[in-house]
């Protein structure tokens, strides 16, 4: 359990009304007594060095240096440190990219005092962890694998192929399959089988629904 052993945290964000809510949480649900906090990536880094932590909460748009610098630079110090991310974004490349960074885990900013328990007690587990709804699309086939750091950073890279890429740019713009294979020298009929392709994958019902996941997940 995780209360069976007092933790030593550093919390970096900018926002000191975060910074604040977030003690509370670990202080009174968590149990969690040394509480400490940096505003920006690079005084993280400086306690880090030295601190002993034992868990280090990071926001990713940070003034100076950001969080996923910082986590990277962090995971360099020490490999035993653990780094979650947490972040007002669930797009999956922010996903990927904290990760490939080095961090153990990512939540989103909403996330209640039983997710932060899930999230402490899964790293200490030596398991990545990921809030509901970034982790979704990665593991709905499968059936309850353990996350693989290495699997879901190339998951999120090949998401969809570069050719994919600039058919939903165009398909976001409004244009249609044949414009779009006008524009791109292909057939119609091949750039509804990339659409096509891209929804099976995803599970999307429609282009609309694929518009708005390739924004949310900064995929154009």
Known sequence: MLTSKRYKVLIADDHQLFIQGLKLILKEELDIVEVDHALD?????????????????LDVNMPVIDGVEAAAEIRRHSSTIKVLVVSMFSDMDTAGRILEAGADGFLIKNADASEFRQAFDAVFRDEIYLSPGVSDLFTRDRNGKIIVRSEFVQFTKSLVSKR?????????????SHFIAEALHLSAKTVDTHRNNMLAKLGLPNS?????????NKLI
Do not use: P, S, W
């Open 164 to 176: 994919e890429k600039a058919i939903l740019k165009m398909i976001a713009e409004g244009h249609t």
């Open 41 to 57: 990536g690079r005084e993280a880094i400086e306690k880090v060095r030295r601190n002993n932590y034992d868990v280090v909460l």
């Open 208 to 216: 609309a629904a694929l518009v708005r996941f390739a924004i949310e």
